[in-house]
Nanobody
Framework: VQLVESGGGLVQPGGSLKLSCVVS????????VGWFRQAPGKEREGVAT????????YISDSVKGRFVIPRDGAKNMVILQMNSLNSEDTAMYYC???????????????????WGQGTQVTVS
């Protein structure tokens, strides 16, 4: 299975970005797609997750009200819509895939076996 992120870049504070994650290959390898981020010197943080059938979206408290993980994307693509960005959102953003029971499709990175290469988001 392969995961490829896109959509990162440089944005001014208050701006928006839309990240995309395309999942290909053995997509039956997982049922839960997550977005994580890691800033230099900080631990990896779970930002948002959703089941591949579009159910059970999860948004972390740190971005709730600003980030959205829409339910209506294609089965093999997961979107992360990021609004009202600030400097604290600057990080490398990763897409990941897990095979977990519904209740465990959340921001725990250790549950995710397959990872993309990441896309850089810089807010400045």
């Amino acid at each position: 299975v392969q995961l490829v992120e896109s959509g990162g870049g440089l944005v001014q504070p208050g701006g928006s970005l839309k990240l995309s994650c395309v999942v290909s290959g053995d997509t039956d390898s997982g049922n839960c797609v997550g977005w994580f981020r890691q800033a230099p010197g900080k631990e990896r943080e779970g930002v948002a997750t959703i089941l591949t059938n579009g159910d059970s979206p999860y948004i972390s408290d740190s971005v709730k009200g600003r980030f959205v993980i829409p339910r209506d994307g294609a089965k093999n693509m997961v979107i992360l819509q990021m609004n009202s960005l600030n400097s604290e959102d600057t990080a490398m953003y990763y897409c990941a895939l897990a095979d977990v029971p519904r209740a465990y499709c959340n921001g725990d990175s250790w549950r995710f076996r397959h990872w993309g290469q990441g896309t850089q988001v810089t807010v400045s």
